[in-house]
């Protein structure tokens, strides 16, 4: 993130270079997945130069490829985000072939199977290997670990940076099943706060730290309980009857959001939690 020098706006130019990303290099964890994917596309249109990580490389490299074709300068590299040093070896390879890194996305995470609540696995009954699993890769891999890390080179250098979480309507308002995942996803939200406080109250950096939080878009993950072929599942029906605009979320729409935290023209946001979810926060069902 591009820090500019403070002064009224004086023309149309001079607002579209706040939203520019020329010059600034991205990194995406879970960079191999559609929602990482579709964000690290956006921020390479938008003129930086992208790296996708992917605890699979070749997942990584066929992210980095299409977007290449899109003339982003851009390249794929295996992280896995549960590893400090898979995180700094991957962290070494981009910034050889990129540049320092200035903009973390961190879109790793997931849910576990064995980690939801389901009549044959009640609450009760979750195994603490499962509860740990899926609380460690939202928590951990999917913003502590990467932000120790990339935030931390961020630091040493003293760059203006920009990193962006991925939490969860589940963090606002936690899902019947995914315990697990909710609690998680929560206490993504609170971390994005205090470090958000810890770069710039305490170490007087400008490295501002905001999430997005999104609502319900179709993967490959959650498909099955969302749609059952062209029609929605029960669930499926629960979820748009309570989103005000009345569909799933689509990839593209959070690149808006992610560019402007990225950008100087969010050069004042810094701490916050932003739902991107078509009304589904706001709605009390009435």
Known sequence: MKNEEERPLQSKNELLKMLSLEGCVALITGGGGVLGGTIGKGLGLAGAQVAFTDLFEDKAQAQAEAVAGLGVETCGVAMDAFNPDSIRAGLERIEAQLGPVDILINAAGGNVKDATVVPE?????????????????????????????????????????????????????????????????????????????????????????????????????????????????????????????????????????????????SAFVNGVVLPIDGGFSAYSGV
Not at 219 to 241: F, P, V, Y
Not at 248 to 260: N, R
């Open 121 to 265: 696995n009640p609450f009760f009954k979750l195994p603490k290997e499962a509860i740990d699993k899926v609380v460690g890769l939202n928590l951990y891999a999917g913003a502590i670990g990467p932000c120790q890390i990339v935030g931390g080179r961020m630091a040493e250098r003293k760059l203006h940076g920009s990193i962006i979480n991925v939490s969860s309507m589940n963090a606002f308002r936690p899902l019947t099943r995914v315990m697990g995942y909710s609690a998680a996803k929560a206490a993504v939200s609170n971390f994005t706060q205090w470090l958000a406080v810890h770069f710039t109250l305490e170490l007087k950096l400008d490295i501002r730290v905001n999430a997005i939080a999104p609502g319900f878009f179709v993967t490959e993950q959650n498909r099955a309980l969302l749609l059952d072929g062209d029609q929605l599942t029960e669930r499926g029906q629960q979820i748009i009857s309570h989103t005000p605009m009345g569909r799933f979320g689509e990839p593209d729409d959070l690149i808006g959001a992610c560019v402007w935290l990225a950008s100087g023209a």
